[in-house]
RNA sequence: CGGGGUGUAGCUCAGCCUGGUAGAGCGCCAGCUUUGGGAGCUGGAUGUCGCGAGUUCGAAUCCCGCCGCCCCGACCA
């Protein structure tokens, strides 16, 4: 069988990855290393994500700031564990000149910079560097913000939206007068997310809590969303912290209390990135191209006229023109309907694929015949085949303009619970030792195939107890994704050590 | 950053071992044919062979250095 795309995600997952990326016109590398060009049909999806999410955000009390990209490098070294955690990955600015030397441009030896600067990797110092100045009293509490940026954390191995040098994201950073309210506001961030990702994304996740050893540097406590991609692998969604007071204490944010005490301000983060339109590519995706869900598909219908050189053209191209209109005086998820017309010059059979790559969820061809008869012929990309064959279905013209939004709405329904028969199917809870567990991830040389999650039960050990535990999982090369949040009463013994356990995590291998 | 691979037309790649005029398929352009679905025929255009230095009468090919990309590892809130 044809497919649209030159590799199937069964011959070589991380291959169908990189063409689905490239021929879905979503994002091409960049002469900058590591950095992506982001393209049309990808930004599109991401600024649905952006528009949406911003909308939940600021439904619950932030507003959007915007700090420098810029951060002098003392900021950075305030807080102990945050610089041992982002030191190794940081760019650096420290000219402020460029010369030519001998016919070589380079940065003038004379126009160094007194202090160097660090392009962000995250914002928490510049940030809490403000907070500590704004907050003096219990009345300045809390302080909810968000800010839309790019950070710049120069990996060593990159991969288009899921690990690029630069990416773009959303940070939410708030302080409060308590630790039960920065806890509050930790998890209504995860739970933000939660939502967002399987009712916008239509992305399934499970939210819990990070490990000790896999929190964000500078953290007490880190939560994630994790959602399965289609190989199995966990990809980690979004993140929310619990900070503490390490950033207070390192940055001095204190306020007067009602009972007249100077007193430690407790702070959070929390930021969802570009990498989620790789989870959407590797959630959604099939052998054909995306399947763009319709809440975040820059064009939710698109129309391609059947021209054929011949005078009946004009016709087509008039009541193609008059269907975008009504398509587009509709309203699916609380918003107009994205109803394109394709007049781009070329053959229409190319143009159909280039929509079927991309994921348009529906694709209407609009030829004489369907001008002639009041119909549409349509295409569900969620159910682009039957058998080898493209499914196409026909409908009357007024009873598919009745019908877009509702057909819209059960395409987002599909998708999701596709997803979230595969996330919830492949969580295994029989493995209830590292024996075990080892014979189900390690038998991967004699073509293995496809490897879910355990949800097992653990102890939670510490320091040389969780290394060793670390160590183990390594060698299978697995990791713990999280302790999802809903937890049961009672636990088996831990996978590891056989002691008693005290809360189920999840192990997988990860993106 | 370590090990391996790779870089030649817009794309996928051959040519490199054994130095001697830069190739194929797809795509693109033109013409004709075709027309409810990834069309056919004919003709045409397109290359600093990743970059730099070297050996040679002559380098895509051999040597050295550098860079990008891919895989594995390390790293990765």
Known sequence: MQRALSVTRA???????????????????????GCMIIKAWGYGIWELIQQEMDRRIKATGHDNYYFPLLIPMGFIAKEAEHVDGFAKEMAVVTHHRLKNIDGELKPDPEAELTEPMIIRPTSETIIGDAFSRWITSYRDLPVLLNQWANVMRWEMRTRLFLRTAEFLWQEGHTAHASKDEAMDETFLALELYRAFSEEWLAMPVIAGEKPAHERFPGADNTFSIEAMMQDGKALQAGTSHYLGTHFAEAQDIRFTDKDGERKLAHTTSWGTSTRMIGGVIMTHGDDDGLRTPPTIAPKQIVLIPILRDKPEDEAVIAYAKALGEALRGLTAFGLPVRAHVDLKPGKSADKR????????????????????????????????????????????????????????AEIQRAVFAEAHARLHGNIRTDITSYHDLAAYFGSDEDGGGFKGWVRAPWCRPAGAALDAVVEKLKALKLTIRNAPLDQPATFGPCLFTGQPGVEEILIARAY
């Open 11 to 33: 011959q070589n997952f991380p291959d169908w990855y990189q063409a689905i990326v490239k021929e879905a016109d979503l994002a091409e590398a960049s002469p900058t290393r």
């Open 353 to 408: 694929w280039d929509w079927v790559r991309r994921g348009a969820p529906l694709i209407l061809e609009i030829g004489p015949r369907d001008a002639t008869n009041g119909q549409v012929s349509f295409m569900r990309r969620d159910a682009l085949r039957e058998g080898d064959k493209l499914k196409s279905h026909a409908m009357a013209r007024d009873e598919f303009v009745a019908q877009a939004p509702a057909l819209l």
